[in-house]
C-alpha cells in the first residue's frame, strides 16, 4: 500500500492511493485516525485500510493528482548516513576494502522537512545548493535496542527523501548541520510504501534525473550498511519512534554527472526514483529576500 | 521571571515560580496558556503574568519543591555550539588567534530533551559519558535572517543545558550524532528566566561541580561568539521558532578536573550553575538493561 498526506483547507488528512485504469485516486482515512504515522504502527489499523481498499469502487474517488500532497509522516526525529554506498572499483580490488567500521549519522532538523509538491527555497547564503537521492525508511513500531534479526519487523514503510545541502555551508564546520538544515531541505515522499511490497530493501534501484539526464544508478545492493543493521545500530544508541525517519545515504554521482555538476538553481528540478517506491520531483527556486550579511567581528568590535 | 513546566497527573503545566521568605512558590498558569513557549512569544501573555506574581499572596501558593519539573519548553529544535570559548593564553600572546571564523553547529534530537528531575540513564553501549554545562538561548520570536542588533529581541529567555555526551560513540565518525543524541541526553532546565533579569548575556560565570569539586568555572565573556551573533548567525541558514534551544557550547574543564576526569557513572551527580541563571543537578544511572550487540559484519555475512 502507498499511504500519503494530503492537505485540506481544513488540515492535513492521511489517505491510501488506490491503482485505477485511469489513474492514481485518493482514498481519505481520515476516518479512520488522524495521522499515517498511527498506521504503521498498527497491524488491526492496516488491516482495515486493506479491506477499505478492496471494497472501495476506485472510479468514485478523486484523483490523486487533484489534491497537494504534504510529506506523508511527521517525524520526531530525521537521521541520515553519510557516506554508505561503495564505489567500482577495478576487477581484482575488494569493494568492501574502504568500508568503514560504523555509518557516519547526521541529523536534519524538523524545519527540513517538506512535501513532494513543495518547492525548495534556496536560501540567500546558500552558493552551492546539490541533492542526494535516498531510500528513506520510516519507523512503524518503536525501536529501542533491537537485534538484527528483528530490526525489520520495526520499519513501517519506505519512501524518498532528497537530502539537499549547501555544501558551501557543510565545509565550513567540522559538522554539517549548517548545511543541512536549511529550511524545506528535506523533501519527503510522496508517500509511504509498506514492506510488502519492498521484500528486499538491498534490492531496490536508485536514481537521480536532473533536466533530463540520469546523474546517478546505483542498488542499494552495494550499500555497506544494510536496513537492518541501521535500524539495529541506531537504536542501541537512541530510540527510534514511530514516524521517525532514518535516510539511509546516497550512492555518489556517476562521472560524467560530477563533472558536469553545478550548484541547484532557481528553475531546476531533480528526481529521485527508487525501484517498488516511486519517484520524488522537487523543484529549486530563488529566495524571495536578501541575505543580512554579518560576520563574527561585526558583533564583538 | 522564572517560567517552569510542572508534571500534574493529567499533563505538563506551565507555571511561574514566585520568591518568598519561605523558599520559592509555584504559581499556575494554565489559565493562561498550557505552554511556556506561548508566554515567550507573547508580550502581552508576559505582561499578564507579572500582573499576576505581583497581585498574587505567595504564602498561599505551593512551594516550588513539591512538584516534579518538566523541561521547561519542548523544543521544535536543539541546537548546539561545539567549541565556542577561548582558552587562557599566556601573556602577550593573542586569545583570539585560534578563533575559527564561523561556530561549530551540531543538533539533538528530540529524544534527548530531558527535565531537571529526571535521571540520566547512561545507555549500555556509552562507556565514556561525559558532561558540558551551557548557557541555553530560547527563542521567543521566530527569527528568520535577523540582523545582529535586532538578534537579542528574539531572546525568549535562558536556560541551562546540560550537554551529555558520549566520547565513545562521539569519536567512532565524522558527525557527533550518536555521541550526542542517546535519549535524555539533554537535561533543560530548571526554569527559562527572561532576559530582563539577564541584562548582558556576555556576563554570566558558567560553572560546573561534579562530586563536590568546582570542575569548570568561566565566563561566557571569554565566549568567540556572543549571544547575539549566535542567533543572527543560525537565522541566516534556518528559521528559529519560538521555544526552540540554541545552546551555547561550553568552557572547557579546569587543568586540574581534566587530569582527574573519568566518565560519568551510575550514582553520579552533576551540577551546571550559571550566574542570573540558577543551577541544574543531574543525576546519572545505571542502564536497564543489556546491549543487543552488533557488527556490521553479522549482517552482510
Known sequence: MRLVTYREASGDRPAVVVSSPGGDRLLDLSAVTPRVEQILADESLLAEVRAAVETTDAATLPALESVALAAPVTPGKILCLGYNYRGHVPDGVDPTANDPEWPDVFVKTSNTLAGPDDAVAIPPGATDVDYEGEVAIVIGRRAQRVSI?????????????????????????????????????????????TPDEVPDPQDL????????????SQSTSTTIFSVAFVIHHLSQVLTLEPGDVVSTGTPQKLPEAQEAHRPLADGDAV???????????????????????????????
Open 271 to 301: 528526481t529521485v526514483r527508487i525501484s517498488r517506491i516511486g519517484e520524488l520531483t522537487t523543484r529549486f527556486v530563488s529566495p524571495l529576500t536578501p541575505s543580512t550579511t554579518g560576520t563574527p567581528q561585526e558583533v564583538h568590535a
Open 149 to 193: 534479526d528483528d530490526a525489520l519487523s520495526h520499519v513501517g514503510g519506505y519512501t524518498i527523501l532528497n537530502d539537499v545541502s549547501d555544501r558551501a555551508w557543510q565545509r565550513r564546520q567540522s559538522q554539517w548541520a549548517l548545511g543541512k538544515c536549511s529550511d524545506g531541505f528535506a523533501p519527503l515522499g510522496p508517500w509511504v510504501v
Open 205 to 216: 534501484l536508485v536514481e537521480v534525473v536532473r533536466d533530463g539526464v540520469v546523474t546517478v
